[in-house]
């Protein structure tokens, strides 16, 4: 069974780049049609999609954050990672790495603050 587990810094200033890594065990981020995204849900609001990374390496943003987002892979360690620049207090919310709509990591919290 695929598990999914976001790690990173749980504070960031604003004006940096926040950056999460989701480390991916009991399946391979390069399996065939397989693709890994990145989800977040600001406090009190509802869960929003920032985008994913496919088994081949390409990646789809959600247009309204495709400006500042990055999403790589470390194929050697089975992760992936989201990258935000330009961070400010909108920006946070529970981050969270997904395989699919079944398999979701636990979430780990993110605080835009100076």
């Known amino acids: 069974q695929v598990q999914l587990q976001e790690s990173g810094p749980g504070l960031v200033k604003p004006s940096q780049t926040l950056s999460l890594t989701c480390t991916v065990s009991g399946g391979s981020i390069t399996t065939n049609y397989y693709y890994w995204s990145w989800i977040r849900q600001p406090p009190g609001k509802g869960l929003e999609w920032i985008g994913y990374i496919r088994y081949s390496g390409s990646t789809y943003y959600s247009p309204s954050l495709k400006s500042r987002t990055n999403i790589s892979r470390d194929t050697s360690k089975n992760q992936f990672t989201l990258q935000l620049s330009s961070v400010t207090p909108e920006d946070t919310g529970v981050y969270r790495c997904?395989?699919?709509?079944?398999?979701w990591g636990q979430g780990t919290q993110v605080t835009v603050s100076s």
């Open positions: 997904a395989f699919g709509a079944a398999y």
